[in-house]
């Protein structure tokens, strides 16, 4: 799957926040929630890679001790 540029995403995020009458139900407020968190984590990388290694950890991709150290995996991130 291609990553979305941020050209893209501006795009997706402004047609989203000028339609938010054709989505139904909670589905506008939760779109707009989603796109909101997405924003957050393109302009924090250090965060979304903290958050990438969390949920690596989580899901028993790479170890959580200290002997499974990042700098000892430098290609899990």
């Known amino acids: 799957m291609e990553a979305l540029s941020s ?3 501006s795009e997706l995020e402004s047609w989203s926040n000028q ?3 054709v989505f139904p139900g909670k589905l506008g407020t ?5 796109l909101s968190n997405y924003r957050v ?3 924090d ?3 979304s890679l903290q958050n990438l290694k ?4 989580a899901m028993g ?3 959580k001790s200290e002997k499974g150290n990042q700098e000892k995996h430098p290609n899990a991130i």
């Open 45 to 47: 990388r250090r965060q």
């Open 7 to 9: 050209e893209d995403f």
């Open 41 to 43: 984590l393109l302009n």
């Open 54 to 57: 969390l949920l690596r950890q």
């Open 30 to 34: 939760t779109q707009k929630q989603l």
């Open 61 to 63: 991709f790479i170890p």
């Open 19 to 21: 339609n938010q009458g």
